[in-house]
């Protein structure tokens, strides 16, 4: 066996590595992840040929977010290695080029264009955080190029150039609620977030959801920190203090990255059960829950779209896939890397029926495209580029795992726009002719965004 490593450094100067060998392939993964995180090193191309389709990996490898998205890195190259071993995409071999935009939101636009203009890739999977979406944003839809997005966002967005597969609010956010509302008997609500677009605007949509349901104001506290916020002591004696007064409070966490690490260990610290004040996060899963003690944490929850724990034969099989090609038993597999698990097998499917690579070709060929998903069923790819998707709350184990408590009885279609904010409640979503159109106002009847047209 033998693999061609081609490193790209930040002077754009290029250094070649060809392992002849019979090395085995979780060996091969541990090498590229070895060298990914070099200094220099800004941005691999693995596994690479002279005649191959370019697949673009946008996460970061370091800073605040690594902690969540060197995962999904991973997980693309084992999602690539693997559709090479059954022969790549219209005759051709894949070819991973993996950039790290390190947390830094300027950065991924950057990276994204290095990606399209530099390398030419057919298509890009990538980025966690809305504000590094909308930072690629423009950018795909200037050079028409596109962006698989895996992770669960706040909605109030379409793009021909985007194909959200991870939730949109109506897939977790609300369903969440509910089920704190009408299985726990929830009545104040604490939200609480990092501060930037996606806790924010998602916490907009809850707030007026709850109040279309009846919660009056002084019953929803909302509080945001910085990335990396790690003094947790004074905002969990508040949140205490705020579910003192007699009424079942719970948090609604959408604290984002390696955040989450000490603001649980303060729940510990302060003696805040799941018993006492319940939380549901939207950004913690097994990856960010392994490496630390859990203990303190039984009983509080996850709103997700997948959890390893899920019992089928597809979950068993990508998680032994997972740990093969790791090369690590202990390592976990999470809801994102479901996402792009969908994502990846879409644009596949979708690049074949196509029969080109051709972005426009591929965006009209994958509407309708339907997959597994993990949790044994099927996930279809909309109109307005979200999939339909189960809705799962998992409470966390002592071992770092979700028990299941709670799931939609069918799939639920994602909404691009909410129904409960004043500024989007009259707009869809469909990039199917003849509307073609990201954000249609109902009443007016004018499509304001970008369209196909």
Not at 86 to 95: F, I, N, P, S, W
Not at 431 to 443: E, F, I, K
Request: hydrophobic letters at 40%; proline letters at 4%; a negative charge.
């Amino acid at each position: 066996m033998h693999i061609h490593i081609r490193f790209i450094r930040e002077n754009g100067t290029e250094m070649h590595i060809k392992i002849e060998t019979s090395i085995t392939r979780c060996s091969a993964a541990r090498a590229v992840g070895t060298a990914l995180f070099a200094g220099a090193l800004t941005s691999t191309s693995a596994f690479a040929q002279d005649d191959t389709i370019k697949v673009g990996v946008l996460h970061s490898l370091s800073g605040t977010m690594a902690i969540s998205e060197t995962t999904l890195k991973d997980t693309m190259l084992m999602l690539i290695d693997q559709q090479n071993e059954k022969g790549g995409v219209l005759g051709k071999q894949l070819e991973a080029v993996v950039v790290d935009p390190a947390s830094d939101w300027p950065l991924f636009a950057e990276k994204a264009r290095e990606l399209i203009e530099v390398e030419g890739v057919a298509v890009t999977f990538g980025a966690w955080t809305s504000v590094s979406r909308k930072s690629v944003l423009p950018v795909l839809e200037e050079l028409n190029s596109p962006m698989f997005y895996p992770v669960q966002y706040e909605g109030e967005e379409s793009s021909k150039n985007v194909f959200y597969t991870g939730a949109a609010p109506n897939q977790q956010a609300i369903p969440a609620v509910d089920y704190l509302a009408n299985d726990i008997g929830v009545e104040r609500w604490v939200l609480a977030g990092t501060d930037y677009v996606y806790p924010r605007t998602t916490n907009r949509i809850l707030e007026a959801y709850l109040t279309s349901k009846g919660v009056a104001s002084e019953d929803i506290m909302i509080n945001y920190t910085p990335f990396g916020h790690s003094d947790w002591q004074s905002i969990v004696s508040e949140i205490q203090a705020f579910g003192s007064e007699g009424k079942k409070t719970a948090v609604v966490s959408t604290i984002n990255g390696d955040a989450n690490v000490p603001f649980y260990k303060e729940l510990g610290n302060q003696g805040i059960s799941a018993e006492d004040i319940p939380v549901v996060a939207f950004s913690v899963g097994e990856e960010e829950l392994s490496g630390f003690d859990t203990s303190p944490l039984v009983g509080h929850l996850a709103a997700w779209n997948y959890f390893m724990s899920v019992e089928s034969d597809v979950n068993d099989e990508f998680i032994d896939a997972w740990i093969d090609f790791i090369g690590d038993e202990d390592r976990v597999t999470n809801d994102p890397m479901e996402a792009h698990y969908i994502g990846f097998n879409m644009w596949v499917e979708a690049v074949e029926k196509a029969g080109t690579v051709d972005p426009d070709a591929v965006a009209d060929a994958i509407i309708g495209v339907t997959v597994p998903n993990l949790s044994g069923g099927f996930s279809t790819m909309m109109p307005n580029h979200h999939i339909t998707k189960p809705v799962l709350i998992g409470e966390i184990q002592d071992d770092g795992q979700f028990e299941i408590v709670w799931e939609t009885t069918g799939l639920v279609p994602g909404d691009a726009w909410s129904d409960y904010l004043d500024s989007s409640k009259n707009l869809i979503a469909s990039w199917r002719a003849p509307l073609s159109c990201g954000n249609y106002d109902v009443t007016s009847g004018v499509c304001s965004g970008q369209n196909l047209e």
